[in-house]
C-alpha cells in the first residue's frame, strides 16, 4: 500500500480564496497580498489568490483585481484566480493570471444552486471561456464539484464524473480537479475514481480537492495517493467551506496535511514551520480559532523536556 | 488496498475510562450507569467501563466499584476495568470483571511518567497479576502505549515493540493492543507495524487504540484495516486524552470511526444513530463542545432537501 507512492507531492494553497471569501470580516487587501507573498516563499506548487466573480456576489472577494496586481509574482508558483464566467475571464487575461479554475458541480441540483446553471449551459461556458484565452499562456483548469457526492442528491455515478471529465478535455481545458465540495469522500470511493481516472487519462493532471467536514480529509489524501495521485488542494489553518454548501466546513488544512506527508517521507518541497508561523498570523487575522491541529499540538517530531520527576527516577534506576 | 479488507470491525468503547477520567468534573455514578448499559445496546464489541486505580491518582474514577457492580451485564458485550497493580486486579477478580486491561509504555521514561516503574517491573507485576488471575474467567490484555512514538524520546524501535509483545504473551496475556498515546504515528508505520506482529502472529487478538491529536486518527486505522487488522478502540464523542500526555488531546471518535466503517461497506454491528444519540447526551453530560463531526455534520448519507429556488429553476428548466 505505501511502496510506490508517487513523489514529490504537490500542494495547492487556497486559504486567500476558499479560506477568506466566506470569512464574516473583510480582509483589508494589504493582508492579503503580504500573506500570499509570504506563502509563494514556503515551496507551495500553486496558489490560488482570489476570485474574479461579482463584488455582490462575493464581498469578501472584492479587490480581486488589487490584489492580483500588486503581489510579487515568484516564478516558481503558479498563481490561480477562480473563474465563473466570460467576464471574470477578461478580467483574469488583463492581470495575465497564470491559471484560471473553472467550476462546475457533477451534480444538476448542486450546480444549479451554486451556479445558478444547469451543468450543460456550464460546459458551454467552459468552451467559450476557452476560446476566449485560445492563444495566451493562461492555463484552464477545471473543477467538478461534488464529485464524492451532493448534500441534495447523495451519490454521483462515476460513470457521469467520467464523462464530465471527458466533456472538459474536448472543451481545451489542460487539467482538473476532483471535489469533496461538502466533505462527502469515504477512501474506498476515493481510491476507486481516482484509479478509473489514472488509468482512463495516466498524463493527465489531476488535483484532489477534499474538505475535513466529517473528518476524512487526510484518509481521502492517502486513498488518493495510493491510487497513484500527486497534488492536493489545501488551506492554511484548515481555514474555509462552500458558503452555499450545508454543513460544509473546512478545507483540509495545509500544514496537518504537509505534516503528514513529512513523517511519511514523502517529499512536498512545502516548508512546515513556515507554514505553521503563517498559519499563527492566520489566527490573529480572522480573530477566531482554526481547525488545524498541527498548530495546537506540535510537529510528532518536536519532543518534549523529559519532567524533572522522571529524570530523577531515571538517575535513581541508574544509581 | 481496500479489497480485502478484515470484516466484522470490532469497537471497543472506552469513554466512561478514557473519557471520563480527565474531565474537569466527576460524572454522577448514575449518569456513568446509564450511559454504559445504552452503550451495551449499540452493538459494540467491548466497553472499558472504568479503572481500579487509587481514587488519589484518578478521583473521577473513585466510584470504579458502585459503576461495575451496578451495570446490567450484556452477555453479548466484553466488560473491562483498567489495572495498574495486582491490588486493581484483586478488585477487578472480585466483580467478576470479563477482561482487565494492563499498560505500560514501551518507552522507558514515558513508563516512569505514567507508571512510576521501569518497563521490567512492569513486566514482572504483569506476571505476578497473571498468576492472581489464573483459573479464573478473566482475560487479560496488555496495552503497549507510546507504541508508535514517545512524547520524551520520539520514535520507538520497532524491535523493542515486538520483543515487548513477546514478552507480554510469555506472561500469559491473551491479546494486546497498540497504543498511540499521545497521537504520534502517522500511517505508514502503523502499516509496517501490523503487518509485522500480524505476521509473526496471525492469530493474536490485536486491538489499535489511536488518537486524533494530529489529524491522523481515522488514517491510521485506515492503514491499520490494510495491515488486516479488525479491532479499535474509540471513544464516544471523541472524548478523552492522557493526562500525563503533554499536548495529547481526544481518543478517535466512535460515531465518526463507524460512520467511516458504514460507509466503506465494512460491517461493524454498531448502531450508528443510537451512538449519535448518545453523544448528543454526553455533550449535555460533560457540558463542553466535542471533537467529533459527524454529531455536527451529519452522516454522508443523510441528504438535505433541494433549496426551493432550485426546485423552481429545475421545473422551469424541464417546461
Given at each position: 500500500m505505501f511502496a510506490n507512492l508517487p513523489q514529490p507531492i504537490l500542494v495547492n494553497e487556497v486559504v486567500t480564496r476558499d479560506g477568506f471569501q466566506s470569512e464574516p470580516a473583510f480582509v483589508p487587501t494589504e493582508t492579503k497580498i503580504e500573506l500570499v507573498n509570504a506563502l509563494a516563499?514556503?515551496?507551495?506548487?500553486?496558489?490560488?489568490?482570489t476570485s474574479f466573480v461579482s463584488p455582490r456576489a462575493v464581498p469578501n472577494l472584492r479587490d480581486a483585481e488589487d490584489v492580483m496586481r500588486a503581489?510579487?509574482?515568484?516564478?516558481d508558483t503558479t498563481y490561480v484566480a477562480l473563474v465563473p464566467n466570460e467576464k471574470g475571464c477578461a478580467r483574469a487575461l488583463e492581470l495575465a493570471v497564470d491559471e484560471i479554475n473553472l467550476v462546475m458541480s457533477v451534480s444538476e441540483s448542486h450546480n444549479l444552486a451554486n451556479?445558478?446553471?444547469t451543468c450543460e449551459q456550464s460546459l458551454d461556458q467552459f468552451a467559450r471561456i476557452a476560446d476566449m484565452s485560445a492563444g495566451t499562456p493562461m492555463r484552464l483548469n477545471g473543477s467538478l464539484a461534488?464529485?464524492?457526492?451532493?448534500?441534495?442528491?447523495?451519490n454521483q455515478e462515476q460513470d457521469r464524473v467520467l464523462r464530465f471529465v471527458d466533456a472538459y478535455l474536448e472543451r481545451s481545458l489542460h487539467s482538473i480537479t476532483l471535489a469533496d465540495t461538502t466533505g462527502m469522500a469515504v477512501p474506498n470511493q476515493v481510491f476507486e475514481l481516482c484509479q478509473a481516472v489514472r488509468q482512463r487519462w495516466p498524463e493527465l493532471e489531476v488535483t484532489l480537492h477534499f474538505h475535513n467536514t466529517r473528518g476524512l480529509g487526510l484518509s481521502n489524501v492517502l486513498a488518493s495517493l495510493a491510487a497513484g495521485m500527486n497534488q492536493f488542494d489545501a488551506s492554511l489553518g484548515g481555514l474555509g467551506g462552500c458558503p452555499?454548501?450545508?454543513g460544509a466546513t473546512g478545507n483540509i488544512c495545509t500544514e496537518d496535511l504537509v505534516h503528514m506527508l513529512d513523517e511519511m517521507g514523502l517529499?512536498?518541497?512545502?516548508d512546515l514551520n513556515g507554514l505553521l508561523h503563517q498559519s499563527q498570523q492566520l489566527g490573529v487575522i480572522v480573530d477566531h480559532d482554526l481547525p488545524g491541529q498541527i498548530s495546537k499540538?506540535?510537529?510528532?517530531?518536536?519532543t518534549r523536556p523529559l519532567p524533572e520527576s522522571v529524570q530523577q527516577l531515571m538517575q535513581n534506576g541508574r544509581t
Open positions: 516563499q514556503l515551496g507551495l506548487n500553486k496558489i490560488e489568490v503581489i510579487t509574482r515568484d516564478t451556479m445558478r446553471m461534488t464529485a464524492f457526492g451532493c448534500p441534495f442528491e447523495g452555499f454548501a450545508p517529499e512536498t518541497g512545502a499540538a506540535g510537529p510528532r517530531s518536536l
